[in-house]
């Protein structure tokens, strides 16, 4: 990968506070998250070049889609579709005040944002529990936004390469939940001894030359819940079904 689409890739992290060096209070939460709830699992692509601006000006909801699929399944619906200094956002408001419980966005630049905000965990089983974020949810997350990604890249020309990111705020004794059949979920009698996170907030990225086909995009996002599920200390299989008629396989939800 050049060095200048690298570095171009890296001020684009900084402005929405997925950097390696961005402060860990600040971490995921910059951009147009500075209008949502606390920051939980963030999924973003940029593009070769942050800088153009392949998206041209048309009514927001032209541009996207309040439900996204994910094979036959939806992502929950954002309520309102406009658009911004940087682009489009959908977004579903939060049940107290004005901030925005999840977003999706397509930046000017092509690239898509997904911000899963209260999808993408909470304190479980109960408010005063250890928080816990929802693994096959985010996993579904990514997969919507993958192929969101495909299909802007289809209707825009958005030249690549491409850069993959999920970044995980306030990860630091933080479990996941929301795994595949089998597992052993937080609160449940077999959750003794669960694994966390050590670190303050989990990034992962990953660079591609092309963008993925409709395989390739699951691929892609069953590869995050892989790392996703090791860098929460577990085995890297538990987006997958463990036990079941689907044992080894991804069903999202």
């Known amino acids: 990968m050049q060095r200048d689409v690298r570095e171009a890739w890296e001020r684009e992290q900084q402005l929405l506070g997925l950097a390696r060096d961005t402060s860990d209070d600040r971490f995921a939460a910059e951009g147009l998250a500075v209008l949502a709830v606390e920051p939980t699992v963030r999924i973003v692509v940029l593009p070769g070049d942050p800088a153009a601006q392949p998206v041209g000006a048309a009514e927001p909801n032209s541009v996207l889609p309040r439900v996204v699929k994910v094979g036959s399944m939806s992502l ?9 200094a940087s682009g489009y956002v959908a977004y579903a408001d939060a049940s107290e005040g004005n901030q925005w419980a999840s977003f999706i966005a397509l930046h000017w630049h092509g690239g898509v944002d997904f911000y899963l905000g209260t999808e993408g965990g909470r304190r479980w089983p109960a408010e005063t529990g250890p928080r816990v974020v929802f693994l096959k949810r985010s996993v579904a997350w990514a997969w919507g936004a993958f192929d969101l990604q495909r299909q802007a890249i289809e209707q825009y020309s958005i030249a690549g390469p491409y850069r993959a990111i999920i970044g995980v705020a306030n990860t630091a004794g933080t ?3 929301n795994l595949g059949v089998g597992w052993a979920e937080p609160g ?6 669960r694994p966390e996170a050590v670190e303050p907030r989990v990034l992962l990225t990953e660079d591609l030359a092309e963008w993925p086909d409709a395989d390739g995009i699951e691929a892609l996002a ?10 929460f200390g577990g085995p890297g299989r538990r987006h997958l079904d463990h036990q079941g ?7 999202a939800q």
């Open 175 to 177: 479990a996941l939940g």
């Open 245 to 251: 008629p689907n044992a080894g396989k991804y069903v």
């Open 222 to 231: 069953l590869r995050f819940g892989a790392r996703l599920d090791l860098a």
């Open 188 to 193: 449940s009698p077999m959750s003794f001894g």
């Open 76 to 84: 929950p619906i954002q309520h309102t579709i406009r658009g911004t």
